[in-house]
């Protein structure tokens, strides 16, 4: 998004190395991510784009051997400094994953978990409307409405993905990361997902990991080309699939490796 | 080149049926082996819950008793019962000799004057009354009278006597004996008279030693378990408590049984021969066993369902406790409920810690002195009666009833609980 054709930068990363124990896994990398656009990561297997996208909610922190260096700025505060709180950032930035990963709990528990960990509805009804029109953002709504109290491990995989999207977006997080979010779907649902992505980015900013050049190319604004941890190159989409300036990109796009 | 392929062909079925066949003859002769044990054990145990009872007309003569005029439920309870106790079994025979009598007495059971006591308490107005009144008869009748004994043997050889043989038969014929569901079997403490002896110490002392077991050791250790398992970070010095939680659960039994001799006994001071001592013994054991079951239920938790409660914004505890917790239940607890079950077997640390000790009253709490169920059958078993044979199998038959009760709940919570991931 533009504002007086100036670009709002939401997120700013700098020189940002990750280790897993001895091995770097990435080098370097400096991308900056607009503000309610989507932008793609793509890049062959184990290049580094997921690692990257888990560095933005400090999802490594999971992982014990996993070391991470360098600035990641969003509004104006370095997201791996001591004094940033983990639980207020994942608040802010919300994720959804490869896999569909409801809770094995309810439809109406899974989207109300969220907002009563993070104390945001007063009363029943408040967290009833909260959690009407995530399911409506989520493009669920219509489908669930009547069983809302029954378990969400039930639904179909399109259907648990667009869940987890609504669960994402009930504590109304500035930023969405998506880890594949298709990868497990049929392309019906995979087109439904697209089309909420495209919905979502009025009020969120969105970064999406994908295998799919298609799916980058159909969903996305800006793209950032990963190889074996490095960002080749990152510019708007329209720009690195038709004119990519270096020849790894030129390659991968066109099938030529990956 | 086809012919050779043919051959290998047939031969990898033929491996395969060989296989089969293996596999069904082992299930087959497990459950052979478990059918004779279990035919065995019921075929003996069965007679115990039934007992002798001979019918025995007694007077209540206020003047054999001690009684004066109008006497008050004191006077009843502090009367002389010995004596017409003694004259009603004598009357059975009125040409009996002295020593006759004396074999008659011995035919019911040692503390027949109670019976007759109760009797009387009872109704009060039975005083100067003859009433026909239920003796429990001695075990060794009891046994002749469940056809268990060897009736043919020279008499030198035998406890019975022939002309209690004799006066027996006769009581048989005048339907004046008896046989009725043993309720003292699970209502007496245990006794030295076979006839009398009754689990109800053994389980009381069974069932307050689980207790004090499960409220030590589950506590305990499923703090552990989720400790290690989703808090404590991976390093040296967990893979090493890690290796000795294991090896704890390899440790012989009768070590725990003499680590609580020499320290909750020895140091602690704490009573002997109780569930109190005795469930604290069997925790150390149980422990190992449920942090195992707990940490491998919360490993099969899919990551998948932290890292949703971590994005969502849960902090490390919240998650732990909302979401892995919750859905490890179902394994911890049917785990928690086997290791119980290997508790309540167990028999050789409670025989160190004094619960082996002859216990004639049943306890009301984990401090009151008491036997368990496998002690029992030790006990039992090593006592020389006939009597006791069946009682060991009938305790045997209780034991593996409580077990396979806990199994089945362990079961059920397992499959009724047990959430299927996405």
């Known amino acids: 998004m533009k504002k007086n054709g100036v670009k709002m930068i939401k997120i700013n990363s700098k020189n940002v190395d990750v280790y897993y124990g001895k091995k770097q896994a990435l080098f370097n990398i400096n991308l900056d991510i607009e503000e309610n656009q989507v932008t793609a990561l793509i890049g062959p297997s184990g290049c580094g784009k997921s690692t990257f996208l888990r560095c933005l909610n400090r999802m490594n922190d999971v992982i014990d051997i996993c070391r991470v260096k360098g600035q990641i700025i969003i509004n104006d505060f370095d997201i791996n400094d001591k004094s940033c709180d983990v639980v207020r950032l994942r608040e802010k930035i919300g994720m959804v994953f490869q896999k569909p990963n409801p809770f094995p709990k309810t439809i109406y528990e899974n989207i109300s978990y969220g907002p009563t960990i993070h104390g945001m509805a007063q009363s029943k009804n408040e967290m009833d409307e909260i959690v009407e029109t995530s399911l409506k953002k989520a ?120 | 080149m086809n012919k050779n392929k043919e051959q290998l062909l047939n031969k990898r079925y033929k491996a395969e049926k060989r296989f089969r066949l293996y596999g069904q003859g082992a299930i087959f002769m497990a459950l052979l082996f478990l059918t004779i044990f279990i035919f065995k054990i019921f075929s003996t145990g069965y007679s115990a819950f039934q007992k002798t009872w001979l019918i025995v007309p007694v007077t209540f003569d206020a003047e054999l008793m001690m009684l004066e005029q109008n006497p008050s439920k004191e006077d009843l309870k502090d009367a002389d019962y010995y004596d017409i106790a003694l004259k009603s079994m004598a009357d059975l025979d009125p040409n009996a000799n002295e020593d006759q009598k004396n074999e008659l007495k011995r035919m019911v059971s040692y503390f027949f004057e109670r019976e007759i006591k109760r009797e009387l308490l009872n109704d009060p107005s039975l005083i100067g009354k003859t009433k026909d009144v239920y003796l429990t008869a001695s075990d060794d009748l009891d046994q002749v009278f469940k056809g268990n004994y060897p009736r043919d043997l020279p008499e030198d050889q035998r406890r019975v006597t022939d002309y209690q043989l004799k006066i027996f038969d006769q009581l048989v014929e005048l339907g004046k004996v008896e046989s009725k569901f043993n309720l003292s079997f699970f209502t007496y403490p245990d006794s030295r008279e076979a006839e009398l002896a009754g689990i109800a110490s053994s389980f009381m002392g069974s069932i307050f030693s689980i207790l004090v077991c499960l409220m030590i050791a589950f506590p305990v250790a499923v703090l552990a378990a989720i400790y290690l398992e989703e808090f404590a970070p991976k390093n040296r010095f967990t893979d090493f408590i890690e290796v000795n939680i294991n090896n704890l659960a390899a440790v012989p039994s009768i070590v725990f049984g003499l680590l609580g001799l020499g320290i909750l006994l020895a140091v602690f001071q704490l009573p002997r021969s109780t569930p109190l001592v005795g469930g604290i013994t069997l925790s150390l054991m149980t422990l190992p066993t449920i942090i195992i079951a707990c940490r491998a239920s919360l490993k099969a938790v899919p990551p998948s369902i932290r890292e949703a409660a971590l994005a969502m914004g849960a902090s490390k505890m919240q998650t732990t406790m909302h979401h892995t917790v919750p859905l490890s239940m179902p394994g911890t607890l049917s785990g928690t409920i086997i290791g119980l079950a290997q508790a309540l077997g167990e028999t050789a640390p409670l025989i160190l810690i004094g619960m082996v000790a002859f216990v004639n009253t049943i306890p009301g709490s984990p401090l009151d002195p008491a036997a368990s169920l496998p002690v029992q059958i030790y006990i039992w078993a090593e006592s020389a009666e006939r009597g006791f044979v069946e009682k060991v199998s009938a305790c045997i038959m209780v034991l593996l009833g409580f077990l396979i009760i806990m199994n089945l709940f362990a079961q059920i919570i397992r499959h009724k609980f047990e959430k299927k991931w996405s």
């Open chain 1, 139 to 258: 493009a669920l709504w219509e489908e669930v409405k009547d069983r809302l109290h029954e378990p969400g491990t039930g639904l179909s995989g399109g259907q648990q993905q667009r869940l987890c999207i609504a669960r994402a977006i009930s504590v109304k997080p500035e930023v969405i990361l998506m880890d594949e979010p298709c990868s497990a779907l049929d392309p019906i649902a995979t087109a439904q997902i697209e089309e909420l992505i495209d919905e979502l980015k009025k009020d969120h900013t969105i970064i999406i990991v994908t295998h799919s050049m298609a799916q980058a190319a159909r969903v996305s604004q800006n793209t950032g080309f990963f190889h074996l941890g490095e960002l080749i190159e990152h510019g708007s989409t329209d720009k690195i699939f038709k004119n990519p300036e270096n020849k790894k990109t030129q390659d991968y796009i066109t099938g030529r490796f990956g």
